[in-house]
Nanobody
Framework: QVQLVESGGGLVQAGGSLRLSCACS????????MGWFRQAPEKEREFVAA???????WYADSVKGRFTISRDNAKNAVYLQMNSLKPEDTAVYYC????????????????WGQGTQVTVSS
């Protein structure tokens, strides 16, 4: 099974950018459907973006055009480039791996990282 470790979170002003990284170990990221989810205080964990084995990508409507998910097989990592950040993007961001299923459904993902905090100030 794969272990996932996120990094790259932090505090940024509205309109700024951050790039989150998710390092895979134990197995390759490319063996899984990889996703990013986020959870704001007192809210449900929600889908942000996903990347298939064939590098098909999907995005939540709220981030489409601003966020980009990608994978680097040589580094065995998945990334989430976040541009034009908004205060409503503030959340803990989680990387997740799935053997398959609905890409937007958190129960499709068996493997989760510990999360990284992203805070966007207005």
């Amino acid at each position: 099974q794969v272990q996932l470790v996120e990094s790259g979170g932090g505090l940024v002003q509205a309109g700024g950018s951050l790039r989150l990284s998710c390092a895979c170990s134990g197995r390759t990221c490319s063996s899984y459907l990889m996703g990013w989810f986020r959870q704001a205080p007192e809210k449900e964990r929600e889908f942000v973006a996903a990347l298939s084995w064939s590098e098909t990508t999907w995005y939540a409507d709220s981030v489409k055009g601003r966020f980009t998910i990608s994978r680097d097989n040589a580094k065995n990592a998945v990334y989430l480039q976040m541009n034009s950040l908004k205060p409503e993007d503030t959340a803990v961001y989680y990387c997740a791996g799935s053997h398959g299923g609905r890409y937007y459904y958190r129960d499709s993902y068996a493997y989760w990282g510990q999360g990284t905090q992203v805070t966007v100030s207005s």
